[in-house]
């Protein structure tokens, strides 16, 4: 058995490995200092691969993203893919990086572990966006593809996004393949990246690969005169990244005018320097785009994140005021628009495939029954969701969309992942259709919920930092008060006896007096319909009501969903110490008072009856 290092022993052993110098200064610095308890923190447990890859800090250690732990991740993703996918050095991988810092030299270093296994190495040496990577992917039929990148995440930090064969991002089981052969192929081997680009098996496929992602996305062209000649003003933020060029070739490929470019935040800078976090979804983020439109004349404001894969967008009203679409409200008007595309080029209703995140809204859902097309729901994350939509081509669907109310969208076909720059481009063409018809994207909006139904959210969290805490939250959720003459449980319960595990389930059969009718804990592995039609108290037996979603012990996982329309999730988030919920009511005959007002009882019952966040000081 091997015994566990020392916190210093742990420190030469990085002294040993690392040669960057700058990281390598950080940890001679704390040791000198005698700081054991940063070292510690540093060095002890090694940063995760995950379903995302790795995203993390950039700073030294074997917990952090730096130059050593690149060359580790790269060593034995390449290992892995070697094995697992048919002719992988010949079909090589893609590799891209966005402008953060050390995205560059991370980029290089994933690409040097490539070439010494072999590898052909298709690579983007300039910043680029993150869905040229899955396009580029698929178009070559790579083996695998790597884009350096951490999206929206703060300025410290970087990540290492990976995309299998099928251009879609990594699900399990592949990212415990994956991690164990990185721990396998731990010892980096060559840092060595001079010349890297000019080596025999490395091609800049940049020009090739971007003429054919603009030409791919044609078909999403509706009527290029009427692009051509609207009249339509609209204001764009990159956000300090590296969107702009791309959106504005995206918008010249659908014929459409030129944007009015946020001079401050419209080139790359890894400093993010006029916004506290560069995601579109922050609040005040397009304050400076929303004044720039005013002053312009504009009626629209559009965004994207700094890597492009995600897209925002607000709209003047006739009052003066803007509305910032939520990213729900944003799929569903992207749904339909692209169910009309859809049909004018005479795809079948039932051979049209749309996809969202089971946290998100389920008015595409309602919109799937009524009109016929294919729809599912997967778990959170694109992941899952662009793995189902290439299952779905596979069978000959037509993919129009995937979402997750985390502004990302997928309406590029042959792109499995969020693509913000083709997102914005399909935006602005229906704007510039309902605007030569003299109506606006709310306009459109509200005439989907009057077809559909009124669906109104409220989505949020609450911090959690002690994850026993958490844990008590949410076991008092599914098993109520252990001491039930304590007074504290109010709700009436279900009694699930579970004698295949030796418990009771005990879910609330209301949620601020609305009765339950559907639960799903992919925490605990059970799922019921119906259940206000079902006896209090039931035997489950093994096998039964078991989900058709994956189940996993390591994080917490609940929905509910109430005959008011209500439906709500809560989840543990994977990266910050928060809970987060996702609550929506919606009312079939458009009923915004009523809707509303049964939005407001429920979020006080997630936090009062679920949650408690009184009890527990939250």
């Known amino acids: 058995m091997t015994s566990r290092p020392t916190t210093l022993q742990l420190a030469q052993r990085w002294l040993d490995e690392d040669k960057d110098p700058k990281s390598r200064a950080q940890i001679e610095t704390l040791v000198a200092n005698q ?28 917990s952090r993203l730096n130059q050593l732990t690149v060359i580790s991740a790269s060593q034995g993703l390449a290992a892995y893919v070697e094995l697992q996918v048919p002719s992988a050095h010949e079909r ?51 083996a695998c593809g790597v884009m350096i990148t951490a999206s929206h995440n703060p300025k410290e930090d970087n990540g290492y996004k990976v995309y299998w064969e099928n251009g879609a991002q990594i699900k399990p089981p592949l990212d415990e393949g994956i991690a164990d052969s990185i721990d396998k192929h731990r010892v980096p081997i060559n840092w060595n990246v001079e010349a890297i680009e000019k080596h025999e098996l490395v091609t800049d496929v940049t020009n090739a690969m971007l003429d054919a992602y603009f030409a791919a996305a044609t078909h999403l062209v509706q009527n290029k005169e009427l692009n051509h000649n609207s009249e339509l003003r609209y204001v764009y933020t990159a956000m300090h990244g590296v969107g702009a060029p791309f959106a504005a070739q995206m918008l010249s490929t659908f014929g459409l005018p030129a944007f009015i470019p946020v001079p401050e935040q419209i080139n790359p800078d890894p400093n993010f320097p006029t916004v ?7 609040k005040g983020a397009l304050d400076m785009a929303k004044a720039l439109a005013d002053e312009q004349g504009a009626s629209l404001v559009l965004a994207n994140d700094p890597d492009a894969d995600r897209f925002a967008a607000a709209e003047k009203q006739p009052n003066s005021t803007w509305i910032t679409f939520t990213g729900d409200q944003l799929g569903i008007i992207f749904a339909a628009a692209i169910l009309d595309m859809a049909r004018s080029q005479g795809v079948p209703d039932e051979k049209l495939a749309m996809v969202n995140s089971t946290v998100s809204s389920r008015m595409l859902e309602a919109m799937a029954a009524k009109e016929g097309f294919h729809y599912v729901d997967t778990l959170t994350g694109f992941k899952w969701m662009a793995n189902e939509l290439a299952s779905l081509q596979n069978q000959g669907y037509y993919v129009g969309l995937g979402y997750e109310e985390a502004i990302g969208y997928m309406v590029h076909d042959q792109v499995l992942d969020k693509d913000g720059v083709s997102a914005l481009a399909v ?25 559909y139904g009124y669906f109104v959210s409220a989505n949020s969290y609450f911090l959690c930092p002690d994850t026993a805490k958490m844990d008590r939250i949410f076991a008092h959720i599914r098993f109520g008060d252990p001491d039930s003459a304590s007074g504290t449980d109010t709700v009436e319960r279900t009694e699930f006896s579970r004698q295949h595990v030796g418990d009771v389930l005990r879910y609330p059969r209301t949620i601020g007096g609305f009765p339950v009718s559907y639960i799903r804990d992919l925490t605990e592995g059970f799922e019921m319909f119906d259940v206000d039609k079902q006896e209090a108290s039931l035997s489950i037996f093994q096998n039964q009501n078991q989900p058709v979603f994956p189940v996993s ?19 543990t988030s994977g990266t910050e110490p928060k809970l987060k919920y996702y609550l929506e009511v919606r009312n079939v005959n458009n009923d915004r008072v009523q809707a509303t007002r049964d939005l407001n009882i429920m979020t006080h019952a997630v936090s009062e009856e679920l949650v408690r966040a009184t009890y527990n000081k939250l």
């Not at 054991?36 to 074997?62: I, S």
């Not at 935006?427 to 077809?451: H, P, V, W």
């Not at 994080?555 to 999730?569: D, K």
């Open 553 to 571: 012990k390591s994080s917490h996982m609940l929905t509910f969903e109430t005959r008011n329309g209500g439906r709500l999730t809560m989840r």
């Open 276 to 282: 506290t976090f560069p995601n579109p979804e922050e």
């Open 92 to 142: 090589g991988v893609v590799i891209g990086h966005d402008h953060r810092h050390n995205s560059d030299i991370f980029a290089r270093l994933t690409a040097r572990a490539f070439v010494d296994r072999g590898f052909r190495v298709h690579l983007f040496p300039n910043p680029g966006f993150t869905p040229q990577v899955p396009f580029a992917v698929k178009h070559l039929h790579a």
């Open 35 to 62: 700081d054991e308890q940063a070292l510690e923190e540093l060095l002890r447990n090694p940063v995760q691969f995950g379903t995302a890859g790795l995203r993390a800090r950039m700073e030294a250690g074997y």
């Open 427 to 451: 935006f602005a063409q229906l704007a510039a259709q309902l605007n030569a018809a003299g109506k606006r994207i709310s306009d459109y909006l509200q005439s989907l919920y009057a077809k």
